[in-house]
């Protein structure tokens, strides 16, 4: 059995999207749902390179439209406010791409439409922001810190320069580090770092050193990726495929050596430091919805999600971006995926399982009037051995947690899957 189908850290996935067959107009989508407790995303689809693995919507080096960019950003997050007058935030994201990648004046300028324009509260409550080695400075990180931001993410994927080669993504151990120490010594209270296993050439050892490597720095989490090589990416180009046999062994060895060291384990990719801080937030991604800005960016109620075309290849990304960018009226929605009972029911599922969460038995009975432990999918699990329950609290047990990328899949529905398969993906 490949446990690796994928990361279902959303559900319906984005390739489930399609155009609707006329478009809705923001305020009717939102009118009827609770507009407190929201999610609030920012996307910036830029980065400095393209690395071998990345399949986000994101591109490499644009020699010009960042400007017009946070024009659109100005534009999408104003008809927000003015449409839906009452929408109160609790957390956020800023992600991509690579937030950091825009200069100084740029990160000002975004972080100042997020919070003034479209109104999210950073000082006041829990967000998190995605940056990279080579796009990080000491000026960014002040900006980031007087606005409040709690937790900084950075791709580290390996402290073997051999290995992030064979990503696509060449990068100096010594600029990561100084990338690292610059985070770790910021006043932003949450650092994160990122790594991948299952690289052609990594071995027990090399992984072994981008685990102490990266320990050695008391980040507050590490996220630990399983590398996947994915349609239309740098690696899916290339003819020496990665093997990843060594998945499931490095795995073990990293949630070992983890747990060991100060860490507990959330889900299968994260595992928190013992001392961090508890994160200060009441939103429930299965009861509260998102708003999403940007290109690429994805939006949810719980009827109808939405974003705007997604694609990999740089050509197509590009028009896009260019497409958003000269974008006038962003009041009316036409593209996503509307929620019938059933999908309902799934995404509380795999929001509820996946990546860390505890599903609540009295709440799906309330949502759905209907006890979980009817549905087959349920049972078939517990007779696997992947949840474990605790008063009225499922969640995924030791064995559960090393096959949530077979277990997310697994709830996807028929519809969803015949979506997805025949996406057109450019
Ligand atoms: C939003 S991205 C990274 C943020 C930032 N742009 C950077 O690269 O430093 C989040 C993480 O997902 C992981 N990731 C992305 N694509 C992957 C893939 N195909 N296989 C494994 N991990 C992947 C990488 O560890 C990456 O750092
Ligand atoms: S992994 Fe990060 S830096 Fe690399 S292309 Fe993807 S978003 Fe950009």
């Known amino acids: 059995m490949d446990i690796y189908q994928q990361y279902a850290y ?13 478009p809705l107009s923001l305020k009717e989508v939102w009118q009827t749902e609770n507009q407190t407790k929201l999610f609030a995303y920012l996307h910036i689809p830029y980065c400095e390179m393209r690395c071998g693995f990345c399949n986000l919507f994101t591109i490499a080096n644009p020699k010009q439209g960042l400007d017009s960019y946070l024009a659109a950003l100005r534009r999408e997050a104003t008809t927000y406010r003015a449409a839906l007058p009452n929408i109160q935030f609790e957390e956020y994201a800023i992600g991509g791409g690579t937030p950091t990648y825009l200069n100084v004046d740029q990160l000002a300028n975004m972080l100042s439409i997020f919070k003034n324009v479209l109104g ?6 829990y967000g998190s ?14 900006l980031i810190e007087a606005y409040g931001i709690n937790r900084i993410s950075i791709g580290i994927q390996s402290w073997i320069e051999a290995e992030t080669k064979q990503l696509g993504r060449p990068q100096t151990p010594s600029l990561a580090a100084m990338a690292i120490r610059q985070l770790v010594d910021s006043a932003i209270p949450e650092v994160n770092i990122d790594l991948i296993y299952g690289i052609n050439g990594q071995t027990t050892e090399s992984w072994q050193y981008s685990l102490e490597s990266t320990v050695a720095y008391q980040p507050t989490e590490i996220f630990l990726y399983p590398l996947y090589t994915r349609p239309l990416t740098g690696l899916a180009k290339i003819n020496s495929q990665p093997t990843n046999e060594n998945r499931p062994s490095l795995y073990r060895q990293g949630r070992e050596y983890l747990l060991a060291n100060g860490y507990e384990q959330v889900s299968m990719r994260c595992f928190r430091s013992l001392t961090a801080p508890t994160v200060p937030s009441n939103y429930d991604a299965t009861l509260h919805g998102m708003i999403g800005i940007g290109a690429g ?16 290849s740089r050509k197509a990304i590009k028009s896009i971006i260019q497409h958003y960018s000269e974008q006038e009226d962003f009041s009316s929605i036409n593209y996503g995926i509307h929620l019938n009972e059933e999908e309902k029911i799934r995404r509380f599922l795999i929001k509820s399982l996946i990546d860390g969460g505890r599903l ?17 999918v349920i049972q078939d699990f517990f007779d696997q051995g992947f949840l474990e329950k605790e008063s009225n609290f499922i969640q995924l ?12 899949p697994a709830l996807f529905s028929s519809q969803v899957n015949d979506r997805m398969n025949t996406f057109q993906l450019l």
């Open 10 to 22: 959303s559900y319906p996935h984005k390739l489930a999207y399609r155009e609707f067959d006329k």
């Open 120 to 125: 999210v509260d950073t000082n006041e409550k």
């Open 129 to 142: 922001i995605e940056t990279s080695p080579k796009s990080i400075n000491a000026d960014k990180i002040k």
């Open 297 to 312: 960016a994805r939006s949810y109620t719980t009827k109808v999600h939405y974003s705007g075309p997604y694609a990999v």
């Open 360 to 376: 609540n038995t009295h709440t799906f009975r309330e949502m759905f009037n209907q006890s979980i432990f009817e549905l087959e």
């Open 397 to 408: 047990s030791r064995t559960g947690l090393e096959m949530e990328d077979w277990i997310g």
